[in-house]
């Protein structure tokens, strides 16, 4: 068990809609990182929060939006979803906001756009 | 942007053989993190190397960065079925804690 946790474990919806995904980082983690893998894409990097302001921003699609909050946790809020956004939602956390350290992954979750 | 490949992209071996993952960045890195995801699991941090030329050990695993800080490898000594799992590299450039991760090399090892 990394002590990240993410809500909720699988999630299927439909085109067109919008979902939250939520993620606790570890008690004491500042940074939060949100990933996508799907099968033929590896694990992409989505975005960054530190401290609840924004620090870093990968591949994110427009239609994607995140926050974290005062209180640390993140969500990542996905919308007018398509097919290919089916994937596993992973988030991770750290200990800092710069320099690389060590990145505790929480289960992820599972989407599927039907 | 940055690319981080890896080779192979899959690799079935019989217990007791030997492993190797090679990863290779199109742009020099500060350092490099592995990490080991078992199917239907998380990714797992495995090590960090900072140095050039840099080697560590953990039991049968050892880990190199390469000189000029665009590679690294991952080899397994006497694989087990313990070791099944797919392996990532991951690095960063300057003083971003955002990870590139590699495309991920898939281990099978069978008795």
């Known amino acids: 068990d990394s002590g990240v946790t993410q809500t909720p474990k699988h999630l299927i919806t439909a085109t067109g809609q919008r979902v939250t995904l939520r993620c606790s980082p570890r008690s004491g983690d500042l940074s939060v990182y949100w990933y996508q893998q799907s099968l033929d894409q590896g694990l992409q990097f989505l975005i960054q929060y530190y401290n609840g302001e924004e620090r870093a921003k990968g591949n994110i699609l427009e239609r994607f939006s995140a926050q974290q909050f005062p209180d640390l946790h993140s969500e990542l809020n996905l919308s007018s979803l398509e097919l290919g956004d089916s994937a596993l939602y992973f988030c991770a956390s750290s200990v800092e906001g710069q320099g690389a350290h060590e990145q505790y992954f929480g289960p992820g979750t599972r989407l599927t756009v039907t | 942007g940055q690319q981080v490949m890896q080779i192979p992209q899959y690799q079935h071996v019989q217990e007791g053989e030997d492993f190797t993952t090679y990863c290779n960045s199109s742009?020099?890195?500060?350092?490099i993190q592995w990490y080991k995801q078992r199917p239907g699991g998380h990714p797992v941090f495995l090590i960090q190397l900072v140095k050039s030329g840099e080697v560590k050990k953990q039991k049968r695993l050892t880990f190199q960065f390469g000189e000029a800080k665009k590679n690294s490898s991952l080899h397994i000594t006497a694989t087990q079925t313990t070791d099944v799992g797919t392996y990532f590299c991951a690095g960063n450039t300057g003083t971003a804690s955002k990870l590139t991760f590699g495309t991920g090399t898939r281990l099978q090892v069978t008795l």
């Open positions: 742009t020099t890195l500060s350092n």
